[in-house]
């Protein structure tokens, strides 16, 4: 889908370079140049005004084709600028563990919102709504980092730097039995989730991903063997809140336990 006005362009006073590379030499030419850093044009849902407005320089990325969906060599390539809308309306997305990341998405922002951001723009600008993160997080997703150089490696692994550029999320294609879950809790339906816990199975394998009860995301890759109960708890013994406004810690691990099961319950039955 391609809406007028999607690309979105910066100019301040103190910019002295805008940027249209068409290929990834001359994108990671202009990555180079660390005397005036340049700011690549890849939105989150959260607009930071001041990360443009110092900038000397910025990248635009449109002509890179970083915006198609694809499945090649038994896997989903999902381009970093793919917006957030294009995701939800996916018909191959809408077929991956249960609809866990088009549903993600429909809970990052409203309408206009998600027609800006992008899935990069996410990864690149964390902070706001954390479901997009659990969700390719439980689904084991990797990213193609451009600096000067080119990188891929495990989302998890993954910590964004000034220069970093989101090429591709790559995700293994699942069979029709994997099983996803998304649940969350929030002020207001489109709020940002004071807990949210993530999940998926597939054979053997059963990942839980949870933002809010830990300064930092609880990842647990376990056997699905295990029982309801038996995860909750492994959540439970790595749950270090932080309370805030939106909720007390005792508040958010109660919640990390409650939601967890609710997941577990969606992905492994009642066993």
């Not at 930092?216 to 909750?232: E, G, R, W």
């Not at 749950?239 to 909720?247: E, L, N």
Request: charged share 20%.
């Amino acid at each position: 889908m391609n809406y007028p006005g999607r690309r979105c362009e910066v100019m301040t006073d103190s910019m002295s370079n805008y940027h249209y590379p068409s290929n990834m030499k001359d994108l990671m030419k202009h990555l180079a140049q660390h005397d005036a850093l340049p700011v690549p044009l890849a939105h989150g849902t959260r607009m930071s005004v001041s990360q443009f407005s110092e900038a000397g320089s910025v990248i635009d990325l449109s002509r890179l084709n970083l915006d198609k969906i694809s499945i090649e060599d038994g896997g989903l390539r999902i381009g970093g600028q793919v917006c957030l809308q294009d995701v939800i309306e996916a018909p191959t997305l809408q077929n991956l563990a249960d609809s866990i990341l088009p549903q993600a998405c429909s809970f990052a922002a409203h309408l206009g919102l998600r027609n800006l951001s992008t899935l990069g723009g996410v990864l690149l600008n964390q902070g706001g709504s954390p479901e997009i993160i659990l969700a390719l997080l439980a689904l084991d997703a990797n990213v193609v980092i451009v600096n000067t150089s080119m990188t891929t490696m495990p989302l998890s692994e993954y910590q964004p730097k000034d220069g970093d550029v989101v090429v591709e999320i790559t995700v293994k294609l699942r069979d029709e039995n994997c099983g996803g879950s998304l649940v969350r809790v929030s002020r207001t339906p489109l709020d940002e989730a004071i807990v949210a816990v993530a999940a998926c199975k597939e054979s053997d394998n059963l990942r839980v991903i949870v933002s809010g009860a830990n300064p930092d995301y609880i990842l647990i890759s376990t056997n699905a063997d295990m029982t309801i109960d038996q995860v909750a708890e492994l959540v439970l013994n790595k749950a270090q809140p932080i309370a805030d406004y939106r909720g007390s810690a005792e508040y958010r691990r109660a919640m990390a336990g409650v939601l967890a099961k609710r997941a577990l319950q969606t992905v492994l039955g009642s066993n």
